[in-house]
């Protein structure tokens, strides 16, 4: 941009996935102290999650999320007729976001996507209520990141399924696509939550046979094949999970459900501490 001789009266236009969003809204966030961005985003997760709420972010060697900056977007544009040459395990990706959106806020919500997921199987992003469900999803995620714009509290619940996902994620070097993690994330979590009796049992099942349904793995086995790595031991896994940056002091918190369509709350806090030994439990069952 310097080299452009860009100035203050530049507008960036990010045209792409996650990826894109992130580094485009990150150099908008500090050049020049600040300069207007616009979010084109081109896959559904980007659609449904990475483009909405002003978090943007460079990845380091040292792990996911660490250099970043709030800097909500001018404006988000979305086409859907860009998902049409989206690969099916890229559209998949974005699908675990959807679930997880109606999981941890709106149970009607859900029911709409459960519906769609034979489609979505046989013709992809050519889905008739595709739309209508992507703007559903973006309408849960403007809710939260409007109540709660910097993680103190309420944001902390789109955090569900991610402490594992993020373990898994690094434990395979990044080979397991994110949405794939999210998926089997959200199993192993709905399972802690139930074991802290938070949940009500078959939680975790029931959360496992919607993923299966949209193509997503609801076991550590699935996803691990998908993956073509191996995961280490449940122990090492767990011990992973402390690396995560939302670990604060020592004892790493779980943004849990108490049904489909409501999370946990105690004392205005939406993430639980969980001790080692439920975790790893929950990871050898899954
Ligand atoms: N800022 C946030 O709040 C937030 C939220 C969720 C995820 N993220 C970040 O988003 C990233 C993941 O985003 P993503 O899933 O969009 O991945 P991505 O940006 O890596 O895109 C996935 C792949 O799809 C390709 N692609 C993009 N649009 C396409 C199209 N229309 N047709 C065909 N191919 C296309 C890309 O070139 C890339 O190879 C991660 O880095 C994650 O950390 C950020
Ligand atoms: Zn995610």
């Known amino acids: 941009l310097l080299l452009l001789e860009c100035g203050r009266d530049t507008t960036i236009v990010a045209v792409g996935g996650g990826v894109v969003g992130d580094l485009a809204g990150f ?37 996911k999320n660490l250099v970043g900056a709030f800097h909500d977007p001018g404006a988000v544009l979305m086409d859907v007729s860009f998902l049409r040459t989206l690969p099916q ?10 679930i997880k959106h109606g999981i941890i806020a709106d149970a009607g919500y ?38 709660d714009s910097h ?16 373990a898994l994620e690094r434990a395979t070097d990044y080979r397991l696509n994110h949405g794939d993690a999210v998926a089997v994330g959200m199993v192993v979590e709905s399972r802690i939550a139930e074991a802290m009796s938070i949940a009500p049992a078959g939680l975790a099942t029931r ?9 997503l793995p609801p076991t550590l086995a699935a996803a691990a094949q998908r993956s073509g790595s191996s995961f280490p031991s449940p ?18 918190r779980y943004a849990l459900p108490v049904k489909v369509g409501a999370m946990c709350e105690a004392n205005g806090q ?17």
């Not at 395990?89 to 959807?98: C, D, H, V």
């Not at 029911?111 to 008739?128: D, H, K, Q, S, Y």
């Not at 080692?276 to 050898?284: K, N």
């Open 270 to 286: 939406w993430a639980l501490p969980v001790t080692e030994g439920l975790v790893v439990d929950a990871l050898r069952r899954s």
């Open 207 to 215: 959360v496992g046979d919607i993923l299966q349904r949209a193509g």
């Open 110 to 147: 859900l029911e709409r996507v459960e519906r769609l997921l034979p489609e979505i199987a046989v013709t992809g992003a050519a889905a008739n209520d595709l739309p209508s469900i992507i703007a559903g999803s973006v309408r849960i995620k403007a809710q939260v990141v409007s109540a």
């Open 27 to 63: 150099v908008a966030a500090t050049f020049m102290r600040g300069i207007p961005v616009v979010q084109v985003p081109t896959t559904l997760l980007s659609m449904v999650d990475a483009s909405v709420g002003g978090k943007t972010g460079i990845d380091t060697p040292y792990g």
């Open 151 to 166: 993680e103190g509290g309420l944001r902390r619940i789109l955090n569900f399924g991610h402490t594992i996902a993020h």
């Open 89 to 98: 395990p890229i559209l998949r990706s974005g699908l675990a976001e959807i």
């Open 235 to 252: 122990e090492a896994l767990a011990a992973l999970t402390r690396t995560d940056k939302k670990a604060a002091s020592g004892s790493v």
